[in-house]
Nanobody, 119 residues
């Protein structure tokens, strides 16, 4: 099992920035990819960005390209999401996820952290 604990959410004005962190523990050697998903009110959970845990390869959905940056610290087993130029439609619960396979199909989830962007 892999345990994931997010932190760093909050309330920010449009145009502002937030940095999310996700601390991983447990059988982290089994993790191949990690990523961030989000779920806005009344909407389905969606993939936002993923990273190869060893390779560092990254992928973003179009709506966050140039604004969000995913990174990881493989020594501290921590995943980060730097979010800049935030927009009201970025408001959602953000979930950290880890996968033994590809980043679209996680095996483990964090509890989620709320990000609210006011206009």
């Amino acid at each position: 099992q892999v345990q994931l604990v997010e932190s760093g959410g909050g309330l920010v004005q449009a145009g502002g920035s937030l940095r999310l962190s996700c601390a991983a523990s447990g059988r982290t050697f089994s993790v191949n990819t990690m990523g961030w998903f989000r779920q806005a009110p009344g909407k389905e959970r969606e993939f936002v960005t993923g990273i190869g845990w060893r390779s560092g390869d990254k992928h973003y959905i179009d709506s966050v390209k140039g604004r969000f940056t995913i990174s990881r610290d493989t020594v501290k087993n921590t995943l980060f999401l730097q979010m800049n130029s935030l927009k009201p439609n970025d408001t959602a619960v953000y979930y950290c996820a880890a996968s033994r396979g590809d980043w679209y199909n996680p095996d483990y989830w964090g509890q989620g952290t709320q990000v609210t962007v006011s206009s």
